[in-house]
């Protein structure tokens, strides 16, 4: 975050907020020479350099010294989005006593709530949704707070959204959702919880991948194998492709093998190439798929 001041009042003042020096900002305030509400070329206020910094005592005599709460800096963040993107919920709570809002946004469509689902803040979620945010926001290309909190793999926060009533197959705008993203990433466990929540295992991009497709090319096994656990289908994409043709892509053997348990077709091919084509960098895999081409698929 960059503070850059104006005056060298306000550069005392931002400093003795970012440093959380009381004894010089309560002396600064009290000069009458310089305004609670200072701000840097961004915009940014003293007040939200303290939420962001985390000095509690600071943030309090900045919002007794008439501090405005809800001003925005340049990006839209307010004190409140900062200090809640931080984790720092003491402040997120003295905020909201004096009037702080969950309504406003960054210029990005960002909230209070994505912030902290994103940087995994726990108890800082469990205050904002306490205090009317929206679960349901979303950033401009539609990411949802559990969206975000699936793509980083913050499991507590997670549930607590999903507890709250989060809508768990919500996609972006590009038709990911919050389970393939957790696939894409390899959070096994986040997997398996939006799975027993309602997730639709098999619902594709507008790419048309699945959660399971991403999975086994990228040779997320531990995913892979929620996924198959779920339902033993592999599930055949528009192009003709299926899990199967993405773990050979890969080069992924473990995921070959646990897609071969599970049934795949190895005869099978896809609109653009034959799968034999695929593998030859790989002789494991490429014997593995032999033996059961043989075997006929056993």
């Known amino acids: 975050m960059s503070f850059k001041k104006e005056t060298p009042l306000a550069n005392a003042v931002f400093w003795a907020a970012r440093k959380g020096n ?48 809800n001003l925005q800096r340049e990006s839209g963040a307010t004190a409140l989005f900062l200090a809640s993107q931080q984790g720092h919920n003491d402040i997120v709570k003295l905020l909201f006593e004096f009037g702080a809002s969950t309504e406003f946004k960054t210029k990005d469509g960002g909230t209070a709530l994505s912030a902290a689902c994103q940087h995994g803040r726990s108890s800082v979620v469990e205050t904002l949704l306490r205090n009317g945010a929206g679960m349901h926001d979303q950033l401009n290309d539609g990411a949802t707070p559990l969206f975000l909190a699936a793509q980083e793999g913050h499991l507590t926060v997670i549930r607590q959204l999903l507890s709250s009533g989060a809508k768990v197959n919500h996609p972006r705008e590009d038709g990911t959702t919050p389970l393939w993203m957790a696939a894409q990433m390899g959070h096994s466990e986040v997997v398996k919880v939006l799975l027993l929540r309602g997730a639709e295992r098999d619902a594709d991009r507008k790419d048309g991948t699945t959660a399971l497709f991403k999975a086994a090319f990228k040779g997320h096994n531990s995913v892979v194998e929620e996924l198959l656990k779920f339902s033993p289908s592999l599930g055949l994409l528009k192009n003709g492709s299926t899990a199967l ?24 091919t896809n609109k653009n190439k034959e799968l034999p084509a695929d593998v030859t960098k790989n002789e494991r895999i490429l014997r593995l798929l032999r033996t059961r081409m043989v075997d006929g698929g056993s």
Request: proline share 1%; charged share 15%.
């Open 22 to 69: 009381l004894a010089l900002l309560q002396l600064l305030l009290n000069s009458g020479r310089v305004d609670a509400d200072c701000k840097d070329s961004y915009g940014t206020t003293a007040l939200m350099v303290a939420s962001y910094s985390g000095h509690y005592d600071c943030v309090k005599e900045l919002i007794m010294q008439g501090a405005d709460i």
């Open 245 to 268: 043709h993405a773990a050979v892509m890969g080069g992924n053997l473990r995921a070959v093998v646990l897609l071969l348990r599970a049934n795949a077709d190895p005869t099978l």
